[in-house]
């Protein structure tokens, strides 16, 4: 919880009943619940029980870490890898996803920690060898968000940040290994918004909601307590839950010493979303750069009070009631909230009885008692019926403040007085468009009812179309009575001093001719579809304007609905930002950009799309997304709004394709090319599609097979979204063999220009030398991303000297070594984040014989410390390499390991095999290194018994025969010189006093402090079970030999006392690291590329269009040659469209054996954003009349990392859109600023859209001229 406080906190997961997880947040406030009642707020637990409240999908299967809770031990016997493996593979055969599926969410790191270790990924036997080692306990913690310790990290990657795990492979794992918390079990929903549609996904993020009592002040007291909620959950069901919990703070209330809970209730809540960290500038004009997450959660309180803090007004009415008539519906909480992460702020109130007032009225009613003549407000009828409507006035007599309201659209004898100071009559008024929805966000083609002035007493009204729209302010020709023949009705007077729009309406009414009239967009002459008239459910339903949001706004007793975005006027004509609603910024980047495209831009807004809609196209959507995507546009460039939500947008693209369905971070060049391609189906021209192929050169000329090609494109495919953006690519391919050619040419919509960098990463080490006394030294190289790590060490080897043989690579994760690199494995594997730890041994290890010793069958069998149980000598955690050891120790007893190392020779390795140590394919012996594991002993809670903490990497010792376990002790003694502070040390026993050497016991007098209590004590521990003492075996500071059982001496815990924990030097252990002067020199290049010449876009334009020879792994078949061969592959760009797209490719993706590797180039790109000139790159001809000059107007941007990343975008609103002023605007979601047109060009450039300069072109002028290609429009 943010700010340090405790909160209680509640789960609901299959029959449980609500449980407490946190203590309680405290506050002093006083004030508690309020008397009084009321019907409709009442909680309906009979209702509750009907839904079957605890048996449906449970709230969020819990994340169960709370205030002391404890690690999960292992609870089953140890098999083999590859038995686990086995078994995890019969778990996982043939299951698919059902809604309600429980899942648990783990750490992609463990999961491919245990994938190398058991082998999981290919079938083996169970006595096959493995490589890796053996992970810990099942861990989430590191995509546990920083500020709720109850939520995921947002924008988290499945398969690359997280896996996840249906319950009974879980609860395998877990009996195996035990789990440490937090754990996140999570269930499956079903999202699809249609009846009979399955779409099916984990719910990551459940809701999360903070429950707040209202005093009987109206504001919240300062209490709060914690449910998370399904969205599966039906309304009903989740108000339920919500009660329950707030019901109970009631009763733990101080001044409620009785437990007593009133009996009428009511619950309001409001969304709140966790932003990005781009909506925060940096100050100086610069968008501030997101963290190593991407994703910056807002604070708690962000749109919500502060603890005991009164609520503004504002902030009062922006929740939302359950009241009786929305929650006695089947709506989910899918239904109301269709985002990601996001948060409910939930006030309960209460009151005693039926007549008392309710506590929040005087906080909601305050604005009522300020309403003034022509204050604009929502009203409701005696009849029930809302409508939009003006205040006439205000009387005050004898302390009552009564309202004239007048309905528009209605005769002044329907206008009424309201008394606002009385509660029951002042909830006849809301705020504008609470109760009545937004419909005045006009386009041509949209349908409204018309007034006939004529008769103003009892006025004819008729059904009406929009033929044209002007501006306020173009009122000169609206005066005219006719034009073009056509009788007109100017503007009327009481409506030419009204702002809005200018709207020319055509009605049919009972005369021959049909009535032509203009009217103001805001006024009373036109109303909302069938306000007067009678719908008839016969005929087609008319088109009406309506916000794309779909309702717009909640508000105190509203209706359930959509957020349509925040009202008003904008500074310029589509400057309106865009409502993230869970991780959706690349989708707002995109649509930014795509409305600012002019030809489809004005395409929609003037109406034309509606003779192009298809709804037999059984590729595209019929008709629907065209049709919401009109009513976006309409909201974007209406005038009407600054910030929009695309609600509805978002969910018609989600149930067409369930990859933007979700609340995952997705890519905006992914967005584009769906949402461009899904309008160009639904308005593709063509009706019918005939079967087409590739058109073949076979030698004739470019220019012929081009035609032809284009020709048959249009074929299939023809709308406005060809005509302006589609483009023609030219392929040559040649066999590598016989020269064999091949030209075709391919339709584009946008090109992916490759970026002319080096394949390379850059690759941090952390390297610790043989002497531990020196602290870890930092370096950095830039490697080709197709190199091993073998070429790692010999870089290291290059820089500082040291052996290559001598070194060993290790990754770490949460101070345990996951597995040791062999020499061979690809960098490519390597995941960016990864920590390698270089460790410099004291004797190059010895390589294994790969010939198993003819008698050493069954030492072999012993698998590394994990074998089957019942070999001799071996049994409890030991399992069967115990037993290999107690073979080995009837022949090899006595025999020991030491610290100095030696060369190979031919008995190595059945030496090796000899103790228990079989040869490993990690590059040596696996009894020939030690990891020292650095631990702190400390007291648990209530005095009760010791736990331990692990710190820092562990450090890797090479052993060989000789070593006693006061040479461990030495060395280790040899590192704590650097860990502990030597002024608090010493006046620490003398290392040669009596008592110390051979028989000094855990630590010997040289670990003491001045006291005689050890600073330190060796312990041999199992693979990384560290959670308690109990599994530690003590090591005596001996002359004996170290171990002879060298599987479970792998790894020695090195656990600091309380006392040595005293002494320690916590800065040097936690931050006491080098930075090698690669580390520097790196750092120095990267604070320099900005100033190094950067990448032109011709030089990308020259990548795209240069001869390469296919891989092995997409070669062509030759015709000629009848085989599949790398044959050479060249682009050329042949015609390019009015819209020219461009996406630099700056994410790479190289596949590798456990996850792909991914990378993001961050070179900057100078393009230009104006006069970009195409002549030089396209090959086809091109009409003389025809422009090859372009004109930048918009870029999608990309800052931070892969999966964590932020989208923003900016726009220029250029010639062809509304208001054509020029400027560029930073549209940051729901942020817009002016740009400085010199800021522009950044490194966050991802896609580029220029138009062509002077007059559009059908096809961009191809030739031969359109007209030969033209195909007949239906």
Known sequence: VS??????????????????????????ASGGPGPGGGRRGRARTPRREREGAGRGPCDTGAMEKAGGARAVPASEPRVTPAAEANAVRELMRNKTMGQGDQYHV????????????????????????TSGERPGPLNAAELVSPTFEAELKPALVEDYDYKLLPLAVYNKLEGWYGAEQPRFQRTAINRASQPGLVDVIVELYPVRGRVGIVGDNGQPTGEYEYVLLSRQLTVAVAQSRITTVADSMIKRRADNPNGVVPMWRRIWYKSVFDEPAETADAGDGERADVNSDGY???????????????????????????????????????????????????RAEYKGSFDDPWPRESVLNAWKLRLKQGDEIDAVDTEGNWYEALVMGREEIDGKINVKVHFMGWGHRWDDDIDVTDSKAASRITKRNVQVEFWRNFAVGDNVELKDHKNNKNPTWYSGEIEQIRDEGEDEDLSTTSKDGKAIDPLQAEEAALPGKRLLVVANTSQREPMYRWVCAQGEHICKMYTHLKEDRHQPKPRASYSSGGSSGYGYGGTYGYDSGTRGRPPVAGAVGLRNLGNTCFMNSMLQCISHTPQLTSFFLGGEWRKDVNKDNPLGMNGKLATVYADFLKDVWGGNHTVVAP????????????????????????FMSFLLDGLHEDLNRNQTKPYTEQVESKGRPDAEVAAEQWRRHLLRNDSVVVDHCHGLLRSHLTCCKCSNDSITFDPFLSLSLPLPVHNTRAVSIFLLRVDLSLRPEKMTVDMESRACLGDVKKWISDQTGIDAERLVLTDVWQHKVTKTYRDKHPLSEVREDDDIWAHELASAPVEPDLEEPEDGEGAAAAADGEGAEGGEGGSGDGGGAAGGAGTAEKGKKGWGLGLFGRKKNRGDAAQANAVG?????????????????????????????YRIEVFGPPRRIHVAPGTTNADVFAKVREMNSRFLDTEKTKAAADPGAAGSGATAPNGGEDADGAEGAPLFKLVSTLVYNYQTPSGHT???????????????????????????????????????????????EHQARKERAGERASISLRDCFSQLTVREQLNETDMWYCARCKEHVRAYKKFDLWSVPDVLILHLKRFQYLPGTYFVHRQKLEDLVQFPLESLDMSDFVRGPVAEDVDMHYDLYAVSEHSGGLGGGHYTAVARNMDGLEDPTGEWFVF??????????????TPRAYVLFYKRRGADRRWGGIVPAEADLATPRN
């Not at 406080?5 to 997961?13: G, P, T, Y």
């Not at 090591?1035 to 059982?1045: D, G, H, K, L, Q």
């Not at 940051?1228 to 060009?1241: C, L, T, Y």
Request: hydrophobic residues 35%.
């Open 106 to 129: 783990i750490s992609f790191r463990w999961w491919q920690a245990w994938v190398q270790y058991t082998g999981y990924e290919e079938p083996q036997e169970d006595t096959m060898d």
């Open 647 to 670: 609600t509805g947008l978002k969910r018609t693209v989600g149930n067409f394709n369930p990859t933007f369905a979700g609340y995952a971070q997705q890519d905006s060049q992914e």
């Open 1228 to 1241: 940051n979601d729901a942020g817009v600023s002016r740009a400085d047109p010199d800021r522009i060009v």
């Open 296 to 346: 910056v959660v807002v604070n708690e309180e962000n749109g919500a009070a502060a603890d005991n803090a009164e609520e503004s007004e504002e902030e009062a009415l922006a929740y939302v009631l359950f009241d009786d008539k929305s929650a006695s519906t089947r709506a989910t909480l899918l239904d109301l909230l269709d985002a990601g992460p996001v948060r409910l702020e939930i």
């Open 917 to 945: 140590g079989k040869a490993s394919k990690e590059g040596y012996p696996a009894d020939q290194y030690v990891d020292l594991v650095l631990m702190l002993e400390r007291k648990n809670q209530g005095g009760y018994g």
């Open 3 to 28: 700010a340090g406080r405790s909160a209680k906190f509640f789960f609901c997961a299959g029959d449980r009943s609500s449980v407490p997880l946190r203590t309680r947040e405290s506050s002093e």
């Open 1034 to 1080: 003590p090591i005596e500071e001996t002359a004996e030999p170290f171990t002879s059982r060298a599987s479970e001496r792998r790894l020695v815990g090195v656990v600091y006392t309380a006392e040595g924990y005293g002494v320690m030097d916590d800065q040097e252990v936690r931050m006491g690291v080098t930075s090698h002067r690669s580390h520097e």
